[in-house]
Each structure stands twice: as structure tokens, then as C-alpha cells.
């Protein structure tokens, strides 16, 4: 075979290759640009072509006090999940990283679990759980705000784990060794070289943690007590009754939250490094 057939061979192939991508990621973009789409029809019963555009559905999302509570807690709990995550996650990382011990391979296992659990199932274990909580201990955890953020936190801690693993695959022992043999304490070793080697994975960690709590639905519809509803199960709720572009509105926020978050995140540490 010629040189010129090889050359135009390999020429097809990354056409082939680029083509594939590019279908593929008009695939899974098509349903968001709808979404976008869909926020700005000026019409309240969606239909195609639109009579017209408007602003008027972003605005009502403030007249809604449903969805004004429901943002708030999802907030609210997301933070509170993703802070107490991390803080369980990073040190649960750095001993499976740095320590070898008989249960570690089933410890690492346990904690990633959450991943590959259905989030029905999830949910409903700790319905049950809270219901035989309150029972033995009499506490009001069962509807409490507590009880979501501790449900929130099991699906937070795997990312933690995961990302922070990631970040501490390719770190070198001999750069703390160093540090200790020069005078400094571990405390000093782990906040002045430890910290800024893994802040990538602990930085996307915060982030995914974040996002994965603030939109969850499947665990919270089990957890959330009366009168309290998240923004997920806001959206669902409303669904029930009418379908406007109220909705669309509400999701295009919500990208712009993430998306907000995301670039800010990447300003200070590149997400490539770990994701």
C-alpha cells in the first residue's frame, strides 16, 4: 500500500472518529438547547413554532414561593452536605492511599457503594432507618432537615473519596519525606505540601458533591419531612398540575448555577487535572 493511500486512510479514519464525536455530542446537547429553547416561548401551553418570545417565565420563578423555598433548602442542604462530606472523605482518602491494612480493599468498597446503590433503594433504607430511629431514640429526626443532609452526605462522601484518590495517584512520598527531614512537622508537611498537591481533587469533589446533592430527587422525596420540599421535587410537584415554560425557566437556572460554578472552579483549578 502507498504512502498517499496510508495518509488518506488515516485522513478518513479521524473524519470517521470526529464525525461520531460530533453526532454524539449533538445527542446528549439537543435535549438541553430544547430546554433553553423552550424557557423563552411566549405562549403557556408549549407548541412549535412558538407565537413569540418573552422573559416573562423567569420572572414568575420569584412570584412562586414554592420554588423560592425549594431553591433555598436545596442550597442550604447541598453546602452542609458537600462541607461535612469532605471533611469525612479527605481523611478516608489519604488512609486508603497511605496505609495498608486487611480491610482496606472492603472499606474503599463501602464507601463507594452509594454510586452503584438505585437512589429508590437508597432512599427507602433510610426511610426505614429514620423510621426506627425516631422510634428507639425519640428524636424528630424522621422529616427533619438533618436527616436529608445525612442522607445527602452518603452521596457525597464517594466523590470525595474518588476524586481525592485521584489526585493522590501520582504523588510522590519522598516530596513530604523531604519536608520532615528539613524540620517540618506532619501537620506542616500535610497543610504546606500535602494540601496544594490533592486541592484539585478536593476543589472537583466540593464541586461534584455539590451538584449531585443539590439536584437529587430520588432520595430526597423519601427524607423530606412535611411542608419542606426541595427544588427537584418542587419541579416534579408542579409538573403534576400544569406544564408551562415556568419549568424550562426553573432549568435553565439551574444550568446557570452549575455552569457559573464550574467556570469559577476551573479559574482556580484545572477540573482536566482530575475529571
Known amino acids: 500500500m502507498s504512502a498517499l493511500a496510508i495518509a488518506d486512510k488515516r485522513r478518513l479514519g479521524r473524519w470517521a472518529l470526529a464525525g461520531t464525536a460530533g453526532v454524539t455530542l449533538g445527542f446528549i446537547l439537543l ?11 411566549r405562549q403557556a401551553i408549549p407548541s412549535f413554532p412558538p407565537q413569540g418570545y418573552s422573559f416573562m417565565w423567569f420572572l414568575s420563578i420569584a412570584d412562586n414561593p414554592r420554588f423560592v423555598d425549594g431553591f433555598w433548602l436545596s442550597l442550604q442542604v447541598a453546602v452542609a452536605a458537600m462541607m461535612i462530606g469532605l471533611a469525612i ?76 484518590n485521584a489526585s493522590l495517584a501520582g504523588f510522590d512520598r519522598s516530596i ?11 501537620m506542616t508537611t500535610f497543610f504546606r505540601v500535602t494540601l496544594p498537591t490533592i486541592r484539585p481533587g478536593i476543589v472537583a469533589a466540593a464541586l461534584f458533591g455539590f451538584v449531585v446533592s443539590f439536584g437529587n430527587l430520588e432520595m430526597s422525596m423519601f427524607l423530606v419531612g412535611p411542608g419542606r420540599t426541595t ?5 416534579l410537584q408542579y409538573l403534576e398540575y400544569r406544564i408551562d415554560p415556568t419549568i424550562a425557566a426553573v432549568s435553565v437556572l439551574q444550568l446557570l448555577l452549575i455552569g457559573a460554578a464550574m467556570i469559577f472552579t476551573d479559574r482556580f483549578v484545572k477540573l482536566s487535572r482530575v475529571v
Open 176 to 186: 513530604e519525606e523531604a519536608a520532615q527531614n528539613l524540620g517540618a512537622t506532619p
Open 31 to 41: 435535549p438541553l438547547i430544547f430546554v433553553v429553547w423552550l424557557a423563552f416561548f
Open 89 to 164: 472523605g479527605v481523611p478516608a482518602a489519604l488512609c486508603l492511599a497511605r496505609y495498608r491494612f486487611w480491610a482496606r480493599e472492603p472499606i474503599g468498597n463501602l464507601l463507594l457503594l452509594p454510586l452503584v446503590v438505585p437512589g429508590i433503594v437508597l432512599g427507602t433504607s433510610l426511610y426505614v432507618f429514620h423510621v426506627e430511629a425516631t422510634i428507639v431514640t425519640e428524636l424528630p429526626i424522621l422529616g427533619s432537615v438533618a436527616g436529608l443532609v445525612a442522607g445527602h452526605i452518603l452521596i457525597v462522601i464517594p466523590w470525595s473519596v474518588r476524586l481525592v
Open 231 to 235: 427544588l427537584p421535587i418542587t419541579i
